[in-house]
């Protein structure tokens, strides 16, 4: 073919309509015309490299080496990709470039018009990745020869609207050289950091380098030419992954742990993941997602939060997939049936590095856990698929601990339990200090019963995802009545002799407070402080308060039930008063005394201060004579 018999060949109508989807819908970022042809140029040079492998006649001793070119011509307003791969012939040239070929092409644009966004799945079935290019260039000429063929080279040019033109051309060598006429608004593309940029993002790890000829015909190489997670495990040092971690994450620090693993079979993927040291500084975005999506090793997004679930945002790293278009927005991906798929094979990896690590490494585990154990925490309220394996991974403060850092798995707890403890007993608290020091460990610190510390707010929302572990129900120790069963048998009775004997008092108390409290009983948590104030065990309790009113939230609050410790010498003296005389005015004010040291006691503030300091006083001024 000649220059005088170029040919005009028209695109078809619904393909047309497809090219003006590609050029102005598929889209987020116009910058990814860039990956799409260094993506093309990449599986252009696998099949020859392929071929030179498996059949003699690719087989060249002088080749040069397989690389992909950028040049930039500013005078001209151009940017040429080239490659030195398998090339193509004119009819390829028209299958590849000319058609978008699929049976299904009428169907996927009718579903688009209805706004079937189920319909995008399809568009990874059509060689749209080529076209991306006219979101850049008014005009894009291909100039192409096939390797290991007589016929001549080929010129393929376009403006991207009406149809393409056909034409023999000038080629020395096999592959293909693709010219980009770019538009006024596309002209950062023309500047030699603006590429190195786009390369970086998209495609550093391309397995070929990518040279960028710079001016005076000078070349640099402008990605890492290697793609580490596709090297084999055993040629990796591990500085080389610290490395990689470091400049995919922006941590300073080496990660806590990694895998890297080649899943084959029916789905074929690369997975190298990184934990890291440090919770990060986004750690409470649920929009954050730190996992790279690659396509046979082209960068796709980092923004695919169906790859894992949300509670695991806080892992690092690349999944590189055989088996999914690339030439798809990243709006797109989320709907392709493959993505659930691999998320699954990648939690389970997740679990399997984190449950070897609490297994052989308790410590590095601990260490993990104080700094991201709470997004496991989120985990166990909105994954029940691997709800067991998290529960088992979970890790609290309790009693038995002597500082922040002391965790207990429920595991540990259980096997640590008394004989005869038959449940999982817990308080919850806005810290360690103020679980520590609450009147309602008192019991439980006197009989050396462990009780788990829920000191993050998180464990309000957690604690009802876990109604029980091996068996044992979890029981809040500032909830409900609270009956120890064997563990503490002469409690009980002394409890039955206090109901009867301080039956006026607690009529007396109730009445005096029945704005404030919704009964007064006897209690058996306390064996050291005076009384203390117990949730109804389907209320809310102290701490929930806290976080709801920290929180903004409205909620109706609701009274609580004042306990009272029989044993202890100040309900000892209020007994002997009202015995003395049960009209005494002086119980009234101690029933407010009691209910505010309550308060005071879980850390809420007196509703009011001021009659708080005036009978405050009062007791003072009794007690000193005065």
């Known amino acids: ?13 619904e ?33 020859h490299r392929h071929l030179a492998l498996t059949d003699e006649k690719y087989k060249t001793s002088d080749a040069p080496a397989y690389a992909i070119k950028l040049a930039i011509d500013k005078k001209k307003q151009t940017l040429t990709i080239s490659d030195n791969g398998i090339g193509m012939s004119r009819e390829e040239v028209i299958q590849n470039l000319g058609t978008i070929a699929s049976s299904g092409t009428k169907a996927f644009l009718e579903q688009m018009a209805q706004g079937n966004k189920d319909s995008l799945q399809l568009i990874g079935q059509f060689g749209v990745g080529f076209y991306s290019s006219f979101m850049v260039a008014s005009k894009v000429k291909v100039v192409t020869r096939r390797a290991v063929s007589e016929e001549a080279a080929v010129s393929w040019e376009s403006d991207g ?3 393409y033109t056909l ?149 690092k790293g690349v999944v590189d997939s055989e088996d999914l278009p690339l030439n798809i927005s990243r709006e797109t991906l989320q709907h392709n049936a493959l993505i659930p798929k691999i998320r699954k094979q990648l939690t389970k990896k997740i679990f399997d590095l984190l449950e070897e690590l609490a297994e052989k490494e308790p410590e590095k585990y601990r260490e993990f856990f104080l700094e991201l154990g709470v997004a496991l925490k ?102 409900g009545d609270l009956d120890l069963g064997d563990l503490d048998k002469e409690a009980k009775k ?12 607690t009529d007396r108390l109730r009445s005096a407070l029945q704005e404030q409290v919704k009964e007064v009983r006897i209690s058996v948590r306390l064996n050291e402080s005076p009384c203390c104030l117990v949730a109804d065990e389907n209320d809310m309790d102290a701490n929930m ?46 029933a407010s005394l009691l209910f505010n040291q309550a308060l005071i006691a879980e850390g809420k503030a007196v509703k009011d201060p001021t009659s708080f300091v005036r009978n405050l006083n009062e007791l003072l001024e009794n007690s000193t004579g005065a």
Not at 17 to 30: A, E, G, P, T, W
């Open 1 to 13: 073919m000649t220059n005088e018999a170029k040919e005009k060949i028209e695109f078809k109508a």
């Open 15 to 47: 393909v047309a309509q497809v090219l003006n989807l590609v050029i102005h819908s598929l889209y987020s970022h116009r910058e990814v015309f860039l990956r799409e042809l260094i993506s093309n140029a990449s599986d252009a040079l696998d099949k």
């Open 161 to 163: 609207t009406g149809g």
């Open 167 to 315: 034409e023999e051309a000038k080629k020395e060598d096999h592959g293909t050289e693709i010219t980009l006429y770019l538009k006024d608004d596309a002209k950062d593309y023309l500047e030699e950091f603006e590429i190195k940029e786009v390369v970086k993002k998209y495609s550093d790890y391309v397995s070929y380098p990518i040279i960028l000829i710079k001016e005076k015909n000078e070349e640099e190489t402008i990605n890492k030419v290697t793609a580490i997670w596709r090297r084999p495990k055993n040629e990796i040092k591990e500085e080389e992954y610290f490395e990689f971690y470091k400049y995919i994450s922006h941590d300073f620090e080496d990660p806590l742990l990694y895998t890297h693993h080649s899943i084959e079979g029916a789905l074929e993927f690369k997975l190298l993941l990184f934990i890291p040291k440090k919770r990060p500084v986004n750690f409470f975005r649920d929009d954050i997602h730190g996992l790279r999506l690659h396509v046979k090793k082209m960068f796709v997004t980092d923004q695919c939060k169906e790859l894992i679930p949300v509670y695991l945002r806080f892992v």
């Open 378 to 479: 989120e985990g166990i309220t909105m994954d029940f698929e691997n709800r067991d394996r998290i529960l088992e991974l979970l890790r609290f403060k309790s009693s038995a601990g002597s500082s922040e850092k002391d965790l207990v798995s429920l595991k540990e707890y259980v096997e640590r339990m008394k004989p005869e403890q038959k449940e999982i007993y817990y308080i919850a608290g806005t810290s360690r200090e103020a679980c520590q020091q609450s009147p309602h460990l008192e019991l439980f610190r006197s009989k050396g019963i462990e009780v788990l510390f829920m000191d993050e707010v998180i464990d309000e929302w957690v604690i009802p995802s876990i109604p029980e572990y091996q068996s044992k129900k979890l029981k809040s120790i500032t909830k």
């Open 494 to 505: 002394e409890k039955e002799k206090a109901d009867t004997d301080y039956k006026l008092l």
């Open 545 to 590: 308060e806290h976080i709801m009113k920290a929180m903004g939230r409205e909620f109706q609050e609701t009274k609580r039930i004042l306990e009272i410790n029989p044993q202890h010498a100040v309900i000892k003296n209020i007994k002997a008063l009202l015995d003395k005389d049960p009209k005494d005015v002086r119980i009234e004010t101690w």
